[in-house]
């Protein structure tokens, strides 16, 4: 076991570590490097903690460690690489949503008020047709 780098989160390896320690050697604030990226406030925070389960969607996690990468200009092979030794789960849906169904939606009941009201007009164009062809 010598000579095997920690893997854990926060360990010296992790990406969050790798990428806090050069977001340091920047003197780039946190709240800057969110800036920068766009990010939410508490996502460098995240990142860095390794917690990508407390992301609003942690099947982007790669995405993100990536992309905090690239801005701080941390070499992304070894970067990617201690990612994946974490084993962070690719999707966040939950079992128990459904699959929504296949049936195109209805746009309009069509009801009996609206037979009714189109009567009405058909007889009111037609008293409407007939009084003007009595007029001299």
């Given at each position: ?53 407390a992301l609003r969607r942690p099947s ?21 690489a201690a990612f994946d030794a974490m ?17 195109p939606m209805q746009l309009q009941k ?27």
């Amino acid at each position: 076991m010598a000579g095997e780098s920690v893997q854990e989160p926060g360990g010296l390896d992790s990406p969050g570590t790798m990428l806090k320690l050069a977001r340091e050697e920047q003197e780039i604030s946190q709240r800057e490097a969110a800036d920068r990226l766009n990010w939410m406030p508490q996502y460098v925070a995240i990142i860095e903690k390794d917690d990508y389960a407390a992301l609003r969607r942690p099947s982007f996690a790669r995405g993100y460690v990536k992309a905090f990468g690239r801005l701080l200009g941390v070499e992304e092979t070894p970067l990617m690489a201690a990612f994946d030794a974490m084993n962070v789960p690719a999707t966040d849906v939950p079992d128990n949503i459904s699959k929504p169904s296949r049936r195109p939606m209805q746009l309009q009941k069509t009801g009996l008020g609206v037979i009714v009201g189109l009567g009405l007009l058909l007889v009111l164009v037609l008293a409407l047709w007939l009084w003007r062809g009595n007029m001299p």
